[in-house]
């Protein structure tokens, strides 16, 4: 989202001349030419297009403008560098994080020739559906949060992901509930996002010694949540761990403290919300979440980049809101680096965000040849509802 302590938060650097601090931060020089899609150019005038893809409607919408919100904030900075040499404008793609609207966001995205890159799609089905036609237009994806194990090996042509996968955070959750319990029960909501966790946590549970009861409550059919959470009570497990989403894992928490489940509550970064935390009121309360992803309130790197969200949104940022601004910021720098080296085509800004390494404010990122984070890149943390807010505990390999 292991086995060990993952690569930590890297300093407050440098962003290229669109950081806060406004130093450079790249080491990528190399961009090429080749396939545009339209709208290449040499122009020091021209305007650039990044697309966001996500759910800006619908029930995970939060989840969307979280992350959106980080891509405005650093475009609007980068615009405010008269240096940079081009100026930048956000296309927001709405694709209400499921799978079937995705095809028709990413059209929208496509048919703009002026789109030099997409951050997102938010959700792993989401992505699943449209990582190929991104791919063979070329366009360049620097996913923030879609964190499914299985999508950087599925020959997506321009996959990046800026966040450990949950082949990394599933087995960290898994190694922390070890600690804790004989037996689990995992629930899934049967999503491309919730089975992948789920195999993943369970595979690890097993692995180590731990009792593991699989089930299944499809997000898709499942309107009453009473009778899933019967069975966790009745199974007699220690702890739960759910892989579903914040609105259908608030109803799920309700059900279960109607029934009287006084065993541990976990979950992945799918519920990391405050639509869980406003959903769940009272009966959110002691959850754990896992999540490959950073606090922002609190984090020191992030210091600057919260203080800028909170003056231009009137809100502290959220889930996955500086991951989306460290993939902007990918998209940015790559645009830069494609210029200085010839013609901005789609072709050259992914060429430049594959070869990056980039000294955001969630990590040190740089790309491994399937796109993801290298091996032992990046942190798991672990997360708790304390006083109706999520509260970070810190690195998961180290949380009590």
Same mark, same amino acid.
């Given at each position: 989202?292991?086995?060990?302590?993952?690569?930590?938060?890297?300093?407050?650097?440098?962003?290229?001349?669109?950081?806060? =601090?406004?130093?450079?931060?790249?080491?990528?020089?190399?961009?090429?030419?080749?396939?545009?899609?339209?709208?290449?150019?040499?122009?020091?005038?021209?305007? @650039?297009?990044?697309?966001? &893809?996500?759910?800006?409607?619908?029930?995970?919408?939060?989840?969307?403008?979280? &992350?959106?919100?980080?891509?405005?904030?650093? +475009?609007?900075?980068?615009?405010?560098?008269?240096?940079?040499?081009?100026?930048?404008?956000?296309?927001?793609?709405?694709? !209400?994080?499921?799978?079937?609207?995705?095809?028709?966001?990413?059209?929208?995205?496509?048919?703009?020739? /002026?789109?030099?890159?997409?951050?997102?799609?938010?959700?792993?089905?989401?992505?699943?559906?449209?990582?190929?036609?991104?791919?063979?237009?070329?366009? /360049?994806?620097?996913?923030?949060?879609?964190?499914?194990?299985?999508?950087?090996?599925?020959?997506?042509?321009?996959?990046?992901?800026?966040?450990?996968?949950?082949?990394?955070?599933?087995?960290?959750?898994?190694?922390?509930?070890?600690?804790?319990?004989?037996?689990? +029960?995992?629930?899934?909501?049967?999503?491309? @996002? !919730?089975?992948?966790?789920?195999?993943?946590?369970?595979?690890?549970?097993?692995?180590?010694?731990?009792?593991?009861?699989?089930?299944?409550?499809?997000? =898709?059919?499942?309107?009453?949540?009473?009778?899933?959470?019967?069975?966790?009570?009745?199974?007699?497990?220690?702890?739960?761990?759910?892989?579903?989403?914040?609105?259908? !894992?608030?109803?799920?928490?309700?059900?279960?403290?109607?029934?009287? @489940?006084?065993? %541990?509550?976990?979950?992945?970064?799918?519920?990391?919300?405050?639509?869980?935390?406003?959903?769940?009121?009272?009966?959110?309360?002691?959850? @754990?979440?896992?999540?490959?992803?950073?606090?922002? =309130?609190?984090?020191?790197?992030?210091?600057?980049?919260?203080?800028?969200?909170?003056?231009?949104?009137?809100?502290?940022?959220?889930?996955?809101?500086?991951?989306?601004?460290?993939?902007?910021?990918?998209?940015?720098?790559? +645009?830069? /680096?494609?210029?200085?080296?010839?013609?901005?085509?789609?072709?050259?800004?992914?060429?430049?965000?594959?070869? +990056?390494?980039?000294?955001?404010? /969630?990590?040190? %990122?740089?790309?491994?040849?399937?796109?993801?984070?290298?091996?032992?890149? !990046?942190?798991?943390?672990?997360?708790?509802?304390?006083?109706?807010?999520?509260?970070?505990?810190?690195?998961?390999?180290?949380?009590?």
């Amino acid at each position: 989202m292991r086995t060990r302590p993952l690569a930590k938060l890297a300093a407050v650097g440098v962003i290229g001349a669109l950081a806060l =601090t406004g130093c450079g931060s790249s080491k990528d020089d190399n961009g090429s030419g080749g396939l545009s899609g339209g709208g290449g150019s040499k122009d020091s005038n021209a305007t @650039y297009t990044i697309a966001f &893809e996500g759910p800006l409607s619908g029930d995970n919408q939060q989840l969307g403008i979280n &992350e959106v919100n980080g891509v405005q904030l650093a +475009i609007d900075q980068a615009n405010k560098d008269t240096s940079l040499g081009f100026k930048l404008k956000l296309l927001k793609a709405d694709d !209400g994080g499921v799978p079937e609207k995705a095809p028709a966001a990413a059209a929208q995205v496509l048919q703009d020739s /002026t789109v030099m890159g997409v951050v997102g799609p938010s959700f792993s089905g989401a992505s699943q559906a449209v990582g190929k036609k991104y791919g063979d237009a070329g366009l /360049t994806i620097v996913n923030p949060s879609a964190s499914n194990g299985e999508l950087q090996d599925q020959g997506f042509k321009t996959w990046h992901r800026v966040m450990p996968n949950d082949f990394a955070e599933g087995p960290a959750a898994a190694d922390w509930l070890a600690k804790k319990a004989k037996k689990v +029960i995992v629930v899934s909501d049967k999503s491309a @996002y !919730g089975d992948g966790v789920a195999k993943a946590v369970s595979d690890e549970l097993k692995k180590k010694g731990v009792s593991v009861i699989n089930q299944a409550a499809d997000q =898709t059919t499942t309107k009453d949540y009473g009778p899933i959470a019967q069975t966790v009570k009745q199974s007699g497990a220690d702890a739960l761990f759910y892989a579903g989403y914040d609105a259908q !894992g608030a109803q799920f928490a309700k059900a279960l403290k109607s029934v009287g @489940y006084n065993g %541990i509550r976990m979950s992945g970064n799918g519920v990391k919300s405050d639509v869980f935390v406003q959903g769940a009121k009272a009966d959110g309360e002691g959850w @754990y979440m896992s999540c490959g992803c950073q606090d922002a =309130t609190v984090a020191p790197a992030a210091k600057d980049f919260a203080s800028a969200y909170q003056a231009m949104f009137n809100t502290p940022p959220s889930t996955y809101s500086p991951e989306a601004f460290d993939a902007a910021n990918i998209v940015i720098q790559a +645009i830069k /680096t494609a210029k200085e080296s010839g013609t901005v085509t789609r072709q050259a800004v992914n060429d430049a965000v594959s070869k +990056i390494d980039y000294k955001g404010i /969630t990590a040190d %990122i740089k790309f491994a040849a399937n796109g993801d984070l290298p091996p032992g890149e !990046g942190t798991v943390n672990l997360f708790q509802v304390k006083g109706g807010k999520i509260v970070s505990l810190g690195d998961i390999t180290q949380a009590p």
